[in-house]
């Protein structure tokens, strides 16, 4: 089955650390988004892509790093610049970015400070 | 700057009858509005998407209106059943590189 697969469903950081969210669609969809949420708020664009080793920020980059080194992974790397990490992260996928098509998401990743 | 508006509280409606969701943007002329369903803990899924040359669209027991008047689109799931209970999003397409503005969505209970 084609779709977009997140890992891992939970994770925990530490204070100052870096942690990496893993992001894998298997649908040859050449734009990648991460999106974040938070209660009460829709979702907020941290980054995306829209081919193979190019991304944008978006809204609320700061604190966020991203990779595309390949068309089916966008792993996103929140850093200890982050000062408010703890949300539900989202990442999604679209056959193309310049197109008003459906978005694919993946099942999330809800990340807590501890 | 722009606004997208849901009613952040939830709405209770009893199973048979239909659910109704309202969806208000400003300062933003869209032209093709999303919208999608949010289980607990999962990711959205693409339920419905509107043009605004179009008034209605329909998928089985789900219609959107889009007034680009009132700046309104409005969600409706007719025979509504508990399996419907699911918070609903709506999202605008931005920009000419057709990025999407979220609003927070509303939570919709369906009461046996």
């Known amino acids: 089955d084609g779709g977009i697969t997140q890992s891992p469903k939970y994770l925990f950081r530490k204070e100052g650390q870096n942690v990496t969210l893993s992001c894998e669609q298997n649908?040859?969809?050449?734009?990648m988004y991460w999106y974040r949420q938070d209660p009460g708020q829709g979702l907020r664009l941290i980054y995306y892509?829209?081919?193979?080793?190019?991304?944008q920020k978006g809204d609320i980059a700061e604190g966020y790093s991203v990779s595309r080194e390949k068309k089916e992974s966008f792993p996103l790397t929140v850093t200890s610049a982050q000062k408010n990490p703890t949300a539900f992260y989202l990442c999604?996928?679209?056959?193309?970015?310049?197109?008003?098509?459906?978005?694919?998401f993946g099942q999330g990743t809800r990340l807590t400070v501890v | 700057s722009q606004k997208i508006e849901q009613n952040s509280e939830a709405l209770n409606i009893q199973e048979g009858k239909t659910a109704t969701l309202t969806c208000n943007y400003t300062?933003?002329?869209?032209?093709?509005l999303q919208w999608y369903r949010q289980d607990p803990g999962r990711g959205p899924v693409f339920l419905l998407l509107?043009?605004?040359n179009e008034k209605e669209k329909r998928k089985e027991r789900l219609k959107v209106t889009f007034d680009t008047t009132l700046k309104q689109s409005l969600f409706h799931i007719t025979a509504s059943q508990p399996a419907d209970s699911a918070t609903y999003l709506c999202?605008?397409?931005?920009?000419?590189?057709?990025?999407?503005?979220w609003g927070a969505g509303t939570k919709l209970i369906i009461k046996p």
């Open positions: 892509s829209q081919i193979v080793n190019d991304f």
């Open positions: 999604a996928s679209k056959l193309r970015e310049r197109m008003n098509t459906e978005a694919f």
């Open positions: 300062n933003y002329s869209p032209a093709y």
């Open positions: 999202a605008l397409v931005r920009g000419s590189n057709y990025q999407l503005i």
């Open positions: 509107i043009r605004e």
């Open positions: 649908l040859n969809h050449d734009a």
